[in-house]
């Protein structure tokens, strides 16, 4: 078994991610022993995002921390967790609210893939870039 980010590089579906990690200096920490559980946007879902959005969010260091660690809470949070949860704190301290009444929702993303075991937590897909308000 590998470790959040060995699994978000090898499965392939998360190369923005991935590189945002890295530019930001992250992938260290999401590699530790946690555990986390980290709500990954996938490729198709940062295409989802307005024109230079990505682009913009990459010169500004400090709000593009701030999106990232609004994916990841502390503690390995099963989806059979997660669906009793309303909401909780993020790693950048904001709330996500969780909604199950049509699928499971992160704020305004869908869950679309679930329990993607780690050695240092879980991965959840979503299909949407969550920004904190």
Do not use: W
């Amino acid at each position: 078994m590998k470790n959040i980010m060995q699994t978000a590089i090898e499965t392939g579906n998360f190369k923005i991610l991935v590189k945002v990690v890295r530019e930001l200096g992250l992938i260290d920490i999401l590699s530790i022993e946690g555990p986390f559980t980290f709500f990954a946007p996938t490729d198709q879902a940062f295409a989802k995002l307005p024109k230079g959005t990505i682009e913009k969010l990459l010169r500004d260091k400090e709000k593009l921390t701030n999106v990232i660690t609004y994916h990841v809470i502390l503690n390995r949070v099963m989806v059979n967790q997660v669906v009793k949860i309303r909401k909780v704190n993020s790693v950048n301290g904001k709330e996500l609210s969780i909604n199950i009444k049509k699928g499971v929702k992160v704020d305004n993303a869908n869950i679309i893939k679930t329990d993607i075991k780690c050695t240092n937590g879980i991965i959840h897909v979503i299909d949407k870039v969550l920004i904190p308000k």
